[in-house]
């Protein structure tokens, strides 16, 4: 029996010294679970954070060539408009039409060369003033002209009166030019008002250009308005001697926008005045020149200096641009002195006749004025 207790005693002994064992070893396994755990969580978050940089990382590469692709198409469309641009022949208009012009501050006005405190205060009231007057007419005129190809046809009952503002603008902004005139946002205001009257009436168009002097002829007004007091100095001063003639079998073209001119022509080579020659007749300069850089047959080309719905000057212009050396001689009721016959030679015009004195003197007057240019062409080797 004591045997039995003894051995009880030692079981229990060593059981309770077992138990902190058991309890540490439970500790640590607990322990070890538990840090397994951690790192499963901590892997899996980082699986998530690697993830979620790696779908934000392709949406922002998305996002990138999206607006590559928008940029990209936008050059496109600019590479496009801009070629459009270049075969209509209409960049220098949009550049005029978009051009932004902000006025001088008054402040930033030069001084004048004589500084009057009053002359200064009234030309920069009227600085103001007029480019005031240039944005709000600008304004009315983008109405018609901004989103429209030209030429812009504007209507008949508007047409002079918008003509006749912007013409008055003219006059202002070129008086204000002498007196500032290295002002850039002025002379910018100049330029778009000698376009804008070019869209409302295409007459104009040209008639601002800057004349280019011509080489190859020097220029004398009394030969160009086929002076005849002029040309019998000349005449006799010739050597060897010459007669003043008519050239046969010329191809002659004729701009004219009054249909009873063409039948003045035509009755007047019925009536033998004009040696065989071939008359073509336009109603329009552009589509003579056009015929002209067409064709080479043509040797002179006679033409009204106010053509309805036409530039003469800037079809002409265009026309010496091109190389063509063709003989323009202006037949118009315009005396010379109102067209300014230099500025006339200086655009590529060889000659002016006028129309008031064929109609009361007769055809004989126009084809006396054209011997006298084919006499100085021979004379001076033109």
Not at 92 to 107: F, H, K, V
Not at 222 to 229: L, P, S
Not at 284 to 294: L, N, Q, Y
């Amino acid at each position: 029996m004591r045997i039995a207790v003894l051995l009880i005693f030692c079981l229990a002994s060593v059981w309770l010294q077992a138990q902190p064992l058991v309890k540490g070893t439970q500790a640590l396994v607990k322990q070890a679970a538990g840090s397994g755990a951690e790192k499963s969580i901590q892997k899996s978050g980082s699986i998530l954070d690697e993830l979620d940089r790696l779908y934000t990382s392709g949406e922002q590469m998305k996002v990138q060539a999206l607006w590559k692709q928008r940029v990209e198409a936008a050059r496109v469309r600019q590479h496009r408009a801009a070629e459009w641009e270049s075969q209509r022949g209409v960049p220098e208009r949009m550049r005029i039409l978009r051009s932004y012009i902000r006025p001088t501050e008054p402040q930033q006005l030069p001084r004048l060369a004589h500084p009057f405190t009053g002359q200064e205060f009234a030309f920069s009231r009227q600085y103001q003033t007029v480019m005031a007057e240039f944005s709000e007419l600008r304004k009315n005129f983008e109405v018609y002209t901004f989103f429209s190809v030209s030429p812009v046809q504007f209507p008949d009952e508007k047409k002079r009166v918008i003509g006749t503002e912007w013409h008055g603008l003219l006059i202002k902004l070129q008086k204000l030019q002498q007196v500032y005139p290295n002002d850039k946002p002025l002379n910018a205001a100049l330029e778009y008002v000698q376009f804008a009257l070019g869209e409302i009436n295409p007459m104009m168009k040209g008639a601002f250009a800057k004349p280019q002097p011509r080489t190859g002829r020097r220029f004398q007004k009394e030969e160009f308005v086929f002076d005849e007091m002029w040309f019998s100095q000349i005449s006799r001063m010739a050597w060897p001697p010459r007669k003043a003639e008519l050239p046969e079998n010329l191809n002659v073209i004729v701009v004219n926008d009054d249909p009873t001119v063409f039948h003045h022509y035509s009755l007047w080579k019925s009536q033998g005045l004009f040696k065989n020659w071939n008359f073509t007749f336009y109603d329009t300069a552009e589509a003579a020149v056009k015929e002209i850089a067409a064709d080479k047959k043509y040797q002179l080309l006679i033409t009204d200096w106010t053509v309805a719905n036409s530039s003469v000057l800037e079809s002409v212009r265009q026309l010496r641009a091109g190389g063509h050396t063709i003989p323009v001689i202006v037949c118009s009721s315009y005396t010379a002195d109102q067209i300014n016959a230099q500025q006339m030679f200086n655009q590529g015009f060889d000659g002016f006749v006028s129309w008031a004195s064929v109609s009361a003197s007769g055809p004989e007057y126009l084809t006396e004025r054209l011997k006298q240019y084919f006499f100085y062409k021979d004379y001076y080797k033109w």
